[in-house]
């Protein structure tokens, strides 16, 4: 393990950190809202930590692939640490853990929320909330390999343990160029987001800060009402719209607004991702239409809510804990599947559900014919074994989170639904849960030792978990 190196490109990580609250600065001096100074201080501590790490260690070797899964989880962790002050010196959030967890909430593009009563929170905190959730969605380690060559080391190591997915697509032969075609098409959408909801009557500052959040399916919003605060049909479907799309493998979006090539429904994933969702709505909408209700309305806000959980975004229209039992336990298994592979979405993904469907498939088969040869496919491809045993470990290892995390804050004083919801939605990063942890709360009164356990929870799903695990292999560490 090449420390050196590791801690060199962790300094030039934070100092283009550093460079981001340029921005909220900014924001500050046009609201006039008194945190010029706070941002001011944020930057200096960030840079100034950034340059002795870079300047201070210079390593040459060739970047492997044990100082790539090092750099991005020792990255988020330091990130999300430089990520809290602007919190935390502000008074806004008076706990430094709550200044983390809020932090961490943003980077990993979670949504779980400590603040209360947003509507009072500064605008320029406010914009750095968003901020931290658009960096985080596409990867802030694949933002610096985009457009930080001066880090000087190739970026495949980092990139590779950065995208979600079981497998990483590139579209250009150089992983820069790739990296910044990902970050093109992510750019695009976020604009076009604004200007659809501005032409909805969203103000501006709204329509930034929240489509930053849609496209990084991160769920901060600006109101404690969520996107509900838009009593707006037109809003609402727009909303719905980009939640989707930042589900979708971003490859797909590549194919269409750069190469005009429309590959959606080619792609197996994509038609299972959707199949998915259109069967949860109807379900849900019989579930819960009734002849005095409005069919458009049932129709609008089972949509918005299965399409938000589903992708892991995690804003509300409505308060889904008043719908029925069942409805809330479905909705549950849409925060475990997440949205596709190589989105901005959480969750386990809707390739590794069929992946695991059609290994046990093929299993049943080989009991009834034991010299039976059946390759496990997708689309026309054949899913290599390796990837098969890879998508089962994390499987294991996601289920062993699960009940120890949940074990923990149920010891904490949660009752079960909230414990186990509380760790699906940090663990699959979609931020509200269910019981005390539910679209009309903040994670705020939760122990302290919790908010370490979830915040824990936040990162290994941002991650897909083995790149946090592997930390922990002995062998890992040996030269």
């Given at each position: 393990?090449?420390?050196?190196?590791?801690?060199?490109?962790?300094?030039?990580?934070?100092?283009?950190?550093?460079?981001?609250?340029?921005?909220?600065?900014?924001?500050?001096?046009?609201?006039?809202?008194?945190?010029?100074?706070?941002?001011?201080?944020?930057?200096?501590?960030?840079?100034?930590?950034?340059?002795?790490?870079?300047?201070?260690?210079?390593?040459?070797?060739?970047?492997?692939?044990?100082?790539?899964?090092?750099?991005?989880?020792?990255?988020?962790?330091?990130?999300?640490?430089?990520?809290?002050?602007?919190?935390?010196?502000?008074?806004?959030?008076?706990?430094?853990?709550?200044?983390?967890?809020?932090?961490?909430?943003?980077?990993?593009?979670?949504?779980?929320?400590?603040?209360?009563?947003?509507?009072?929170?500064?605008?320029?905190?406010?914009?750095?909330?968003?901020?931290?959730?658009?960096?985080?969605?596409?990867?802030?380690?694949?933002?610096?390999?985009?457009?930080?060559?001066?880090?000087?080391?190739?970026?495949?190591?980092?990139?590779?343990?950065?995208?979600?997915?079981?497998?990483?697509?590139?579209?250009?032969?150089?992983?820069?160029?790739?990296?910044?075609?990902?970050?093109?098409?992510?750019?695009?959408?976020?604009?076009?987001?604004?200007?659809l909801l501005m032409l909805g009557g969203v103000g501006f500052f709204d329509a930034i800060t929240h489509s930053f959040t849609t496209l990084a399916t991160g769920g901060f919003s600006n109101y404690d009402q969520s996107v509900a605060f838009f009593q707006s049909s037109y809003v609402h479907w727009i909303f719905i719209l980009f939640m989707f799309l930042a589900g979708?493998?971003?490859?797909?979006?590549?194919?269409?607004?750069?190469?005009?090539?429309?590959?959606?429904?080619?792609?197996?994933?994509?038609?299972?991702?959707?199949?998915?969702?259109?069967?949860?709505?109807?379900?849900?909408?019989?579930?819960?239409?009734?002849?005095?209700?409005?069919?458009?309305?049932?129709?609008?806000?089972?949509?918005?809510?299965?399409?938000?959980?589903?992708?892991?975004?995690?804003?509300?229209?409505?308060?889904?804990?008043?719908?029925?039992?069942?409805?809330?336990?479905?909705?549950?298994?849409?925060?475990?599947?997440?949205?596709?592979?190589?989105?901005?979405?959480?969750?386990?993904?809707?390739?590794?559900?069929?992946?695991?469907?059609?290994?046990?498939?093929?299993?049943?088969?080989?009991?009834?014919?034991?010299?039976?040869?059946?390759?496990?496919?997708?689309?026309?491809?054949?899913?290599?074994?390796?990837?098969?045993?890879?998508?089962?470990?994390?499987?294991?290892?996601?289920?062993?989170?699960?009940?120890?995390?949940?074990?923990?804050?149920?010891?904490?004083?949660?009752?079960?639904?909230?414990?186990?919801?509380?760790?699906?939605?940090?663990?699959?990063?979609?931020?509200?849960?269910?019981?005390?942890?539910?679209?009309?709360?903040?994670?705020?009164?939760?122990?302290?030792?919790?908010?370490?356990?979830?915040?824990?929870?936040?990162?290994?799903?941002?991650?897909?978990?083995?790149?946090?695990?592997?930390?922990?292999?002995?062998?890992?560490?040996?030269?």
């Amino acid at each position: 393990m090449n420390l050196k190196l590791m801690l060199h490109i962790l300094g030039g990580l934070l100092m283009s950190l550093a460079m981001t609250m340029f921005f909220p600065v900014m924001v500050s001096g046009y609201y006039q809202d008194g945190l010029i100074d706070i941002f001011l201080q944020s930057i200096v501590i960030t840079i100034v930590l950034g340059a002795v790490l870079y300047f201070g260690f210079r390593g040459r070797e060739e970047l492997t692939h044990r100082e790539g899964f090092g750099i991005v989880a020792f990255g988020w962790l330091i990130i999300a640490v430089m990520g809290a002050l602007p919190f935390y010196l502000s008074g806004v959030v008076p706990s430094f853990l709550d200044s983390y967890f809020e932090s961490m909430s943003g980077f990993t593009t979670t949504g779980s929320t400590i603040i209360s009563s947003l509507q009072s929170v500064p605008p320029s905190l406010l914009f750095w909330r968003a901020l931290i959730q658009w960096l985080g969605g596409m990867g802030i380690i694949v933002l610096s390999v985009a457009i930080l060559p001066f880090l000087g080391v190739g970026g495949v190591q980092l990139f590779q343990a950065e995208v979600p997915g079981p497998t990483k697509e590139r579209l250009t032969p150089k992983i820069q160029e790739t990296a910044k075609s990902l970050w093109g098409v992510y750019f695009l959408l976020t604009i076009l987001q604004i200007v659809l909801l501005m032409l909805g009557g969203v103000g501006f500052f709204d329509a930034i800060t929240h489509s930053f959040t849609t496209l990084a399916t991160g769920g901060f919003s600006n109101y404690d009402q969520s996107v509900a605060f838009f009593q707006s049909s037109y809003v609402h479907w727009i909303f719905i719209l980009f939640m989707f799309l930042a589900g979708i493998n971003f490859t797909l979006h590549y194919h269409l607004l750069i190469k005009g090539r429309i590959r959606y429904f080619g792609n197996e994933e994509f038609r299972y991702y959707l199949l998915i969702f259109l069967l949860t709505i109807l379900a849900i909408v019989g579930i819960n239409y009734t002849p005095s209700a409005d069919l458009w309305i049932t129709i609008r806000d089972a949509s918005f809510q299965v399409v938000s959980l589903g992708t892991s975004t995690g804003f509300a229209t409505v308060n889904y804990l008043l719908w029925a039992p069942l409805v809330q336990f479905g909705l549950i298994i849409l925060m475990v599947i997440g949205g596709c592979a190589g989105s901005t979405g959480g969750g386990a993904k809707v390739v590794r559900l069929l992946i695991t469907l059609k290994h046990s498939v093929n299993q049943l088969f080989l009991l009834v014919h034991p010299k039976g040869v059946r390759p496990l496919s997708m689309g026309r491809r054949i899913v290599p074994v390796g990837v098969v045993q890879r998508v089962l470990g994390y499987f294991s290892i996601y289920s062993g989170i699960f009940f120890i995390a949940s074990l923990i804050l149920i010891a904490q004083g949660m009752d079960m639904i909230s414990a186990f919801s509380a760790t699906i939605a940090c663990l699959s990063n979609i931020g509200p849960g269910l019981g005390v942890v539910g679209p009309t709360e903040t994670f705020a009164p939760l122990t302290d030792t919790a908010k370490i356990v979830l915040a824990f929870c936040m990162l290994a799903g941002r991650l897909e978990i083995f790149t946090i695990f592997v930390l922990f292999l002995p062998s890992f560490w040996k030269k």
